[in-house]
């Protein structure tokens, strides 16, 4: 990602910054939003600040695959959570982050029913990072959803990926035990919100609504939650919005000891939860937002033919999606995917399926969005 100079002209004083200011090595130094104060703080700006070539952003992400992106984003992710938890580079954690939220939140703009299809269908080891990465995605999603105002949005997005932080090695050893948790583990869960905030701050990240939302994540709107029993309104929005994408990745995502559950069966077990753990306005936003077959989802066709769900309907008043077969009725899997549209009675959804393996690379499946 290239950083480019700020210029005299390109901001006023009074003027709320468009992007975050960084030093030429990447470090932020003020976050977009930020209102130039005085001539003196406009002059520093100028002289010492960079900001990211959108541009260039731009055609990088559009040259690549976003599903391509997902396994790439997640070996950066898994470095630089590592990184801070070590506390080994200090002062680059926060841009290193921040380039993955503004790459993330592009992908799920561009290309929402590709990233819906990621949530479902990338499960690449290890789960801590794939299920932070769906965390974000889910999270830019909704907000995009409710109308939340981009920064914002943006924090948010930072607190999905970063709320574990303090907890990925324990995350893992948890993935493969059979045993109950321990005294020692079941205290190390409790805390690692407010652990995480710790480990946050000391990397410069101060931004209230990102902290405010790792710190609450696991409040349920019931009074069950910790680290405070907090209840509905009393737990921030934001948070509220990361317990939901929280719930709903750990639900679909396979795991050592279980299979992943259906989307369509986790989006019913939401509807019939609503309200109770989680926040009822949002759980039913993420219902409507996915559609019954959501992105990602494995159906039978009405033919016999097996395939993914590739896109949400677009037809107003249907909820049949696009469906793009890789089975034929018979058994044998189909020299090149089809997509069907399942609006026509021959190719119907005749049913869900479980996640099956098939041949065909995701990123040819969704070509048409590249």
């Known amino acids: 990602m290239q950083l480019i100079k700020i210029n005299i002209g390109d901001i006023t004083v009074g003027d709320e910054l468009p992007w975050q200011v960084l030093d030429e090595g990447g470090t932020l130094l003020l976050q977009a939003g930020y209102v130039v104060p005085n001539e003196r703080q406009l002059k520093t700006i100028i002289d010492h600040g960079y900001r990211w070539d959108e541009t260039v952003q731009e055609q990088f992400v559009r040259e690549v695959h976003p599903f391509e992106k997902n396994k ?13 938890k070590e506390e080994s580079d200090l002062s680059r954690s926060a841009y290193n982050i921040l380039q993955i939220v503004e790459e993330l939140t592009m992908l799920c703009a561009r290309a929402p ?26 999270v830019a999603l909704l907000a995009d959803d409710i109308g939340m105002e981009e920064i914002k949005k943006k924090s948010v997005v930072g607190a999905a990926l970063t709320c574990n932080v303090s ?20 205290s190390s869960v409790r805390n690692h919100p407010s652990d995480a905030v710790k480990i946050l701050k000391k990397h410069d990240i101060d931004d209230p609504v990102w902290l405010e939302a790792v710190q609450y994540h696991h409040e349920n709107v019931d009074g069950t939650g910790y680290p405070e029993g907090r209840k509905g309104g009393e737990i921030p929005l934001v948070a509220r919005l990361l317990a939901v994408a929280d719930n709903y990745s750990a639900l679909v995502t396979k795991k050592n000891y279980r299979k992943g559950h259906t989307p369509s069966a986790v989006l019913k077990h939401f509807f019939n939860q609503k309200g109770k753990r989680l926040d009822e306005e949002l759980s039913l936003r993420l219902i409507k937002l996915f559609g019954i077959y959501p992105p990602g989802t494995f159906v039978k066709l009405a033919n016999g033919e097996s395939a993914i769900v590739c896109f949400r309907p677009t037809k107003q008043g249907t909820v049949a999606p696009t469906v793009c077969s890789y089975r034929s009725a018979t058994g044998p899997f189909l020299a090149q995917a089809e997509l069907r549209d399942t609006s026509i009675a021959k190719f119907k959804i ?21």
């Open 72 to 84: 790439e984003l997640q070996v950066r992710l898994s470095r630089v959570l590592n990184e801070m």
């Open 113 to 138: 029913d590709v990233m819906i299809g990621a949530v479902h269908l990338f499960n690449d080891k290890p789960y801590s990072i794939t299920h932070l990465l769906h965390m974000g995605i889910l």
């Open 167 to 186: 907890m990925l090695k324990l995350q893992e050893m948890l993935e493969q035990q059979t045993s109950p948790l321990s005294d020692d583990q079941r």
């Open 350 to 370: 005749a049913e869900v399926i479980a996640f099956e393996n098939q041949p065909y690379d995701y990123d040819v499946i969704w070509e048409s969005q590249s």
